[in-house]
Nanobody, 122 residues
Framework: VQLVESGGGLVQAGGSLTLSCAVS????????VGWFRQPTGKARVFVAA????????EYADTVKGRFTISRDNTKSTVYLKMNSLKFKDTAVYYC????????????????WGQGAQVTVSS
């Protein structure tokens, strides 16, 4: 199983970025997908999640209204559209796939990507 994040980079505050996570090695359409982030020196925290069919999304309060998670099961890819970025959004962003449990917790996910750095300059 492989998860590859892309789309990270450096952006000014107020700007936008879209992260992608391409998944291979499993039946993608059967899995929920989550995004988590880890600022330097801090714990990894939940950002957003989407159910297997895209029918339900969950967001952390810190990103609600600014970030949008979506998926394309024909491409085995999940996206995280990030608008109105703030300095505090700076972190390594990880995507993960899983099949059970609460989607806003690490324990719901079996496989993780290597992460993509997002840096927001103030």
């Amino acid at each position: 199983v492989q998860l590859v994040e892309s789309g990270g980079g450096l952006v000014q505050a107020g700007g936008s970025l879209t992260l992608s996570c391409a998944v291979s090695g499993l039946k993608f359409r059967m899995y929920a997908v989550g995004w988590f982030r880890q600022p330097t020196g801090k714990a990894r925290v939940f950002v957003a999640a989407i159910t297997w069919n895209g029918g339900r999304q969950e967001y952390a309060d810190t990103v609600k209204g600014r970030f949008t998670i979506s998926r394309d099961n024909t491409k085995s890819t999940v996206y995280l559209k990030m608008n109105s970025l703030k300095f505090k959004d700076t972190a390594v962003y990880y995507c993960a796939v899983g099949n059970g449990g609460k989607l806003n917790t690490d324990g719901a996910y079996e496989y993780w990507g290597q992460g993509a750095q997002v840096t927001v300059s103030s």
